[in-house]
T-cell receptor
Framework: GAVVSQHPSWVICKSGTSVKIECRSLDFQATTMFWYRQFPKQSLMLMATSNEGSKATYEQGVEKDKFLINHASLTLSTLTVTSAHPEDSSFYIC???????????FGPGTRLLVL | DAKTTQPTSMDCAEGRAANLPCNHSTISGNEYVYWYRQIHSQGPQYIIHGLKNNETNEMASLIITEDRKSSTLILPHATLRDTAVYYCIEGWAGGTSYGKLTFGQGTILTVHP
């Protein structure tokens, strides 16, 4: 199957700093990528849809100025959590859509802990 | 909100078939049924998807009822490593992206020795 990577796999930062998470599709091109967030014992919640070369589409309740998304190429999307606070601590997961295989493939996730 | 309903949890003995049901009574004609699983602290893993016909791959089989209102994921010989949360999701497929996936709570499958 298709492979999606995320970097870093985990990050600890101080409150008020910004954190960038990368999502890469390694063996296919993805016009569209998605960013999800998962809190403990909860399901995945879609945060935003990232389209290559255009602005991301955010889900209701997700602050676009806080969660900056850039999809500069067909294999890379980045999520930047700006001015992170402890309540932003979560498991962030990206996925990349393979049009050829008609499905999304997920990255391994990035665990963020804001102190 | 997720549009599918699944049992909260299921148990299965190692080596036996695990049959995971899913109801998707409001699925539209263009929507596929996707199955993913998530092992603790990992990203979801794609298992299988289908539209109308039954599907099989190296991981599992997907049986979709004729009216498409429900489906069953079959893991033919469950192993301890199949213990995970299994998600059944309605979604679009192919072409331009409508590929938003809405995750419900899924079914916690526990495979016992």
């Amino acid at each position: 199957g298709a492979v999606v990577s995320q970097h870093p796999s985990w990050v600890i930062c101080k409150s008020g700093t910004s954190v960038k998470i990368e999502c890469r599709s390694l063996d296919f091109q993805a016009t569209t990528m998605f960013w999800y967030r998962q809190f403990p014992k909860q399901s995945l919640m879609l945060m935003a849809t990232s389209n290559e070369g255009s602005k991301a589409t955010y889900e209701q309740g997700v602050e676009k100025d806080k969660f900056l998304i850039n999809h500069a190429s067909l294999t890379l999307s980045t999520l930047t959590v700006t001015s992170a606070h402890p309540e932003d601590s979560s498991f962030y997961i990206c996925s990349a859509e393979s049009g050829e295989q008609e499905t999304q493939y997920f990255g391994p996730g990035t665990r963020l802990l804001v102190l | 909100d997720a549009k599918t309903t699944q049992p909260t949890s299921m148990d299965c003995a190692e080596g036996r078939a695990a049959n995971l049901p899913c109801n998707h009574s409001t699925i539209s004609g263009n929507e596929y049924v996707y199955w993913y699983r998530q092992i603790h602290s990992q990203g979801p893993q794609y298992i299988i998807h289908g539209l109308k016909n039954n599907e099989t791959n190296e991981m599992a089989s997907l049986i979709i009822t004729e009216d498409r209102k429900s489906s069953t994921l079959i893991l033919p010989h469950a192993t301890l490593r199949d213990t995970a949360v299994y998600y059944c999701i309605e979604g679009w497929a192919g072409g331009t992206s409508y590929g938003k996936l809405t995750f419900g709570q899924g079914t916690i499958l526990t495979v016992h020795p």
